[in-house]
């Protein structure tokens, strides 16, 4: 996963010289220690095996309380994805989400805070993509022709992923095709002009199961997670302690290498579940107070993540799709045995 490349959100709140001498400074004990990391994994392992048997009573409490949320997603779900996708999508294009240490509206960026414009060579990429996500941006905030644009950041986030490379495809791609894909299922919503003018696009009725959608978006929000606290967090935790350093909280006075280590677990056993859409609306739930938390104590614009903010709130009012695994083989010599299920 090349470690030596992997910046990620540290880079947006950290200058390129202290990413470069962050890089070089050796990496806490607390992260080469064997015994440790596996048994604070064994932990995180009994927890999530732990997790999944709860949600078997979860379900009742879900399908009994929490089925009015599911009647809302039609609403209130696309909305939520529309406005947090179009801040941070037409924020960025404008410059108005830079990285630290850069002036505001002075360098465009695409989608997030390292993903410069001006880093690509020559002018046409810098333009299509800068005038792609201002459109799109419109498009969103009005509800107009809402299908197409979902289509269109799904493409805009594949050429990002050309360009860019690595580090935007196991960074942040599946953050923003996640939301893309539901918004290409349920639509506009209510609050749109594709709603008050009766426009409709584009008929996905009957083009497949709506598990299908939200399946794909839950994988690639779960794999990106766990990508990041790998990548990141693991590999790389001197960025992740330099930025705890600096928030205004004493973390109730844990060494910033355990609040690392807990983080990078938490983060990884988040998108595990997700992955299996296991524990849905309370990750969400968790995750937004997450973001908050963290936007708080660290000084950090909430539109960054927009895109997940729109995408945790659709989850938390839809609850997910479970996925199921279903593993099955048959002896040759019990195949008509007439006891076989």
Known sequence: MSAEAA??????????????ALSRSPIPPVFLNPPLLMTVSLCASVFLYGVVLAEERYRFFDSAFLWILRKEMKDAGPLAIRLGMATTIGLSALGALPRHGTK???????????????????????????????????????????RFTAIVIVLLSIVGCILFGQKFTLHYAGHFIA???????????????????QIEYLDVR??????????????LTGLT???????????????????LDHAE??????PLPIVA????????????????????????????????????????????????????????LYGGSPLSVSLSW????????PGRA
């Not at 990620?8 to 470069?20: D, I, K």
């Not at 989608?111 to 419109?138: H, I, K």
Request: charged share 10%; hydrophobic share 60%.
């Open 261 to 316: 280590l807990l983080m990078m677990h938490v983060e990884l056993l988040a998108g595990v579940l997700l992955i299996f859409g296991r524990m849905v609306r309370p990750i969400a739930f968790f995750l937004l107070c997450a973001f908050t938390f963290f936007a708080v104590i660290l000084g950090e614009n909430p539109a960054l993540h927009g895109n997940l903010y729109g995408l945790m709130l659709a989850l938390l």
């Open 7 to 20: 910046s990620a959100h540290e880079a947006w709140l950290l200058t390129p010289t202290e990413l470069e």
């Open 206 to 219: 009957g083009l497949a199961d709506p598990r299908l959608f939200w399946g794909i978006a839950q994988i």
């Open 104 to 146: 505001l509206w002075s360098e465009p960026t695409f989608y997030v805070p390292d993903m410069m414009l001006s880093t690509l060579s020559g002018w046409f990429w810098p333009w299509l993509l800068g005038s792609a996500s201002l459109t799109v941006c419109m498009l969103l905030l009005l509800g107009l022709a809402t």
């Open 179 to 197: 939301p893309a894909l539901l918004l290409y299922h349920c639509g506009a919503g209510k609050f749109s002009v594709d709603s008050a003018f």
């Open 225 to 243: 997670f766990v990508s990041l606290a790998v990548s990141v967090k693991f590999l790389q935790p001197t960025l992740l302690i330099a930025i």
């Open 330 to 337: 048959r002896h040759p010599e019990l195949a008509n045995h």
């Open 249 to 254: 909280f004493n973390f109730f006075n844990i």
